[in-house]
């Protein structure tokens, strides 16, 4: 190690990773930047040696002392196998924040062009169904928790605002489905709604996720930064990519209070990779904003600015539309080299200013109710019989219990007491039970009475308790 170099971790990553990777890293060490790589091992080789979070220790702790990450697309097996190792990356040094800025590249020819994009996708990086709590409740029913926090839309939706604000950016849109899912997009929107005013100089508006996507496939030109949940942001951000040029263009940070994980957009695109064919733009991009972090603003104008000058010679990599003779990954890479120091004559270098992390708090944050109630549960059965029959046998069952069955859900749908709708059923049922009239209370005494009854006779995979929380219902309703 060279004394007064700033260190930074590398994961070569698989599929075109290597080969990408291989070019920023020949982009940083010609600008004369002075920073040393440690390179270091995650994804398939790792999960390969049985290393069951895709992470080896030393490169943990390389990145425990460097704190800054220059990362290739990581394999993932698709439907089966260990959790990502991207994910597992982003939980472990909690990089909440993942930035995924596009804007309109001079030379790149798309549907939009002429149109300036410049939109950032904010997405939450570590909540929501990437939690990766996934349960098969019968061999033919799958669940997964889907788990938001106030405090992590908090820090998601303040980190969007300090962006928008370090960028001069104009407005903020919150992107939800809180229409649908109440409670967790729900309260994502409600932090969006009471945060807002914080922020009085940006426009801040909600708009519904299939919209949002609706929009921008229309009016792209309307955004500025978009903020959002985990699962809304991935597929979003590969939207946005694809307005300004592909995956090949896009780049991105994952940011959090301690460490800071710089990364394409795109993954590892195992049908090119070892071809010398990958476009390395997003990676050299990212690259760009990884320099910019580290406080070395020249070399990261630098950087982008030999990228746009790359672009706009007409230099194009086999991404892109309308190539006749497409540049190889080292080619591009090559270019770039040659084009440091000089600017772009259609897009500046922009202005930036640092990005006020928000600080983060520390140990278990709660969030109080000054009331709360117990009211119900649901016990989840899986059952062959028909609902009414279901219905009758847990009456006959909880007859001495205070708890008495209110209705049954079959996915969500009422199936007892019959709607009258014919439903296709799945061995599945949600089964409500609340107080009796003549019931005062009830506690966890009595629903392990009920249980003991109830798996007497029938096979339940789990139970929600239903709370309200200052006199609201802390639960879903069913649908009709
Ligand atoms: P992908 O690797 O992003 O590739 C999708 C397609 O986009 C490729 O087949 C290729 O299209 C094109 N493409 C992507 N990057 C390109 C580049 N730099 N230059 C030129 N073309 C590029 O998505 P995927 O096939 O869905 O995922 C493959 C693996 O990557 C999976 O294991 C997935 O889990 C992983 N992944 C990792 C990350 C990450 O590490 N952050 C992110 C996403 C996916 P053509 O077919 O037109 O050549």
Avoid at 9 to 30: F, N
Avoid at 278 to 290: F, G, H, K, Y
Avoid at 416 to 422: D, E, L, M, Q
Avoid at 430 to 453: K, M, N, P, Q, Y
Wanted: a neutral charge; aromatic letters at 6%; glycine letters at 8%.
């Amino acid at each position: 190690m060279t004394p007064g170099k700033r260190k930074i971790t590398v994961l070569p990553g698989d599929g075109i990773g290597p080969e990408v990777v291989e070019s920023a890293l020949e982009i940083i060490k010609a600008s004369g930047v002075a920073v040393e790589f440690e390179k270091c091992e995650a994804g398939a080789r790792a999960f390969q040696k049985g290393i069951v979070t895709g992470i080896p220790t030393e490169t943990i702790e390389s990145i425990e002392r460097t704190r800054v990450v220059l990362k290739g697309p990581l394999e993932t097996p698709i439907g089966f196998g260990n959790r990502s190792a991207n994910v597992n990356l982003r939980t472990l040094f909690e990089t909440y924040g993942n930035i995924r800025p596009v804007r309109e590249l001079p030379g790149v020819q798309t549907a939009f062009t002429g149109r300036n994009l410049d939109i950032v996708i904010v997405r939450e990086n570590i909540e929501d169904l990437y939690a990766g709590i996934e349960y098969m409740q019968t061999p033919g029913v799958a669940e997964g928790l889907k788990l938001i926090s106030r405090e992590g839309c908090e820090k998601i939706i303040k980190l969007a605002y300090a962006y928008a604000l370090a960028e001069g950016r104009k407005s903020v849109h919150c992107a939800t489905k809180a229409n649908i899912m109440k409670l967790t997009e729900g309260l994502f929107q409600r932090t969006f709604e009471d945060l807002a005013p914080q922020y009085p100089t940006i426009k801040s508006k909600h708009i519904l996720i299939d919209n949002c996507a609706h929009q921008l496939a229309m009016r792209p030109e309307q955004f500025d930064v978009i903020v959002t949940t985990n699962m809304n942001g991935d597929i979003l951000s590969d939207l946005t990519s694809g307005l300004t040029g592909g995956l090949g263009f896009a780049p991105s940070a994952n940011i959090g209070n301690e460490v800071a994980i710089f990364e394409a957009v795109h993954g590892s695109a195992p049908d090119i990779a070892g071809k010398n064919k990958a476009n390395p733009t997003a990676l050299i991009l990212s690259a760009a904003m990884m320099l910019r972090q580290i406080g070395e603003g020249k070399a990261a104008n630098d950087v982008e600015q030999a990228v746009l000058v790359t672009l706009e010679s007409g230099l194009r990599t086999s991404d892109m539309i309308g190539v006749d003779k497409p540049a190889t990954t080292t080619g591009f890479t090559q270019a770039v080299i040659a084009n440091l120091g000089k600017r772009s004559k259609v897009s500046p270098p922009k202005e930036y200013k640092k990005v006020e992390m928000p600080p983060s708090r520390l140990g278990v944050n709660v969030v109080l109710a000054k009331s709360r109630r117990l009211s119900g549960l649901d016990v989840y059965i899986e059952s062959d019989l028909d609902p009414a029959t279901l219905a009758a046998d847990l009456e006959k069952l909880t007859l001495m219990s205070p708890l008495k069955l209110q209705m049954i859900t079959n996915r969500g749908a009422q199936v007892f007491p019959s709607s009258g709708r014919r439903v296709s059923l799945v061995d599945h049922f949600r089964c409500r039970f609340v107080l009796r009239e003549a019931a005062t209370s009830f506690g966890d005494a009595e629903i392990l009475s009920l249980l003991g009854t109830i798996g007497a006779a029938h096979r339940w995979m789990h139970i929600e308790k239903l709370q309200e929380f200052d006199g609201q219902p802390a639960f879903s309703k069913s649908q009709l």
